[in-house]
């Protein structure tokens, strides 16, 4: 089946994450997290079947923990192939793809009104030099406007 975990529909090559580079790698490995059913896994949507009995679990529930584990790891190489060797730190200790993920965006999605400070700032102090390349500048205008607005600070288009 396409986009199944085990059969992916296609073969994906992302940059891998760097010091400077998280907005497009993390829509590129959502992405492929998605296309391969892996983001419910990445995203807490899918936690691990827990049984009533921890003592004594079923072993449907045993089948269905393993299943979820499986999947997970799956999740988690995913993440891993596509780290630099520099940032693998950030995911350090993670035993989960979504423990990987949120140890990720805490410390690339710098939130707080520091942070956003910091990024208006950065925004509004964003001039064009010389001889500029209007393309380079408004992909910097957007790349601080995405960032924003995942620190949940909205920057109107205009």
């Known amino acids: 089946?396409?986009?199944?975990?085990?059969?992916?529909?296609?073969?994906?090559?992302?940059?891998?994450?760097?010091?400077?580079?998280?907005?497009?790698?993390?829509?590129?490995i959502t992405a492929v997290l998605r296309d391969r059913n892996l983001w419910?896994?990445?995203?807490?949507?899918?936690?691990?079947?827990r049984p009533k009995d921890e003592k004594n679990p079923t072993q449907d529930k045993k089948a269905a923990i393993a299943t979820w584990k499986?999947?997970?790891?799956?999740?988690?190489?995913?993440?891993?192939l596509s780290i630099g060797d520099s940032e693998m730190i950030?995911?350090?200790?993670?035993?989960?793809?979504?423990?990987?993920?949120?140890?990720?965006?805490?410390?690339?999605?710098?939130r707080g009104t520091a942070g956003i400070l910091a990024a208006r700032r950065r925004l509004y102090r964003t001039i064009a030099s010389e001889g500029f390349d209007m393309q380079e500048?408004?992909?910097?205008?957007?790349?601080?406007?995405?960032?924003?607005?995942?620190m949940g600070s909205e920057v109107d288009d205009k």
Not at 137 to 150: C, P
Request: proline share 6%; net charge neutral; with cysteine.
């Open 1 to 28: 089946m396409a986009g199944d975990i085990d059969t992916p529909s296609s073969l994906f090559r992302i940059e891998l994450l760097n010091a400077d580079n998280w907005l497009p790698w993390k829509r590129r």
């Open 40 to 49: 419910p896994y990445v995203n807490g949507d899918l936690p691990c079947p």
């Open 137 to 150: 500048h408004i992909k910097t205008f957007r790349k601080i406007q995405e960032e924003l607005h995942l």
């Open 70 to 80: 499986a999947r997970d790891e799956k999740a988690q190489t995913q993440i891993e």
């Open 90 to 110: 950030h995911i350090s200790g993670a035993i989960t793809s979504r423990g990987m993920w949120e140890q990720l965006k805490q410390v690339k999605e710098h």
